[in-house]
């Protein structure tokens, strides 16, 4: 089980911080994603990070703006989002992969998903 959280209303250039913390199952070793899905889009990749944390890969649209990081100890994933944009809203999900794809995010290896968070940014 994955549940996410941290979401919220942010103006414009402001950050947020997401969380996906993991239960359930042995967390050290899946690559953790996060995707997100935007009203009448379709769901696309944003970042993922491997099982031991050396590895990342992040979208283009990314631009250097977010950083993912986890803690195995706890569990957790966090997905920091700085100079957010109106483009970036959108419910953001977390799941869980035995695989780590350095060069994308395909949703079919990702076995588990967490229930997603909205993330809301205003001009």
């Known amino acids: 089980q994955l549940q996410a959280s941290g979401g919220g209303l942010v103006q414009a250039g402001r950050s947020l911080r997401l969380s996906c913390v993991a239960s359930?199952?042995?967390?050290?070793?899946?690559?953790i994603g996060w995707f997100r899905q935007a009203p009448g889009k379709e769901r696309e990749g944003v970042s993922c990070i491997s099982s031991g944390g050396g590895s990342t890969y992040y979208a283009d649209f990314v631009e250097g703006r977010f950083t993912i990081s986890r803690d195995n100890a706890k569990k957790t994933v966090h997905l920091q989002m700085n100079n957010l944009k109106p483009e970036d809203t959108a419910v953001y999900y977390c799941?869980?992969?035995?695989?780590?794809?350095?060069?994308?995010?395909?949703?079919?290896?990702?076995?588990?998903w967490g229930q997603g968070t909205q993330v809301t940014v205003s001009s």
């Open positions: 799941a869980a992969s035995l695989s780590f794809i350095s060069t994308g995010l395909y949703e079919t290896l990702f076995t588990q």
């Open positions: 359930g199952f042995t967390f050290d070793d899946y690559a």
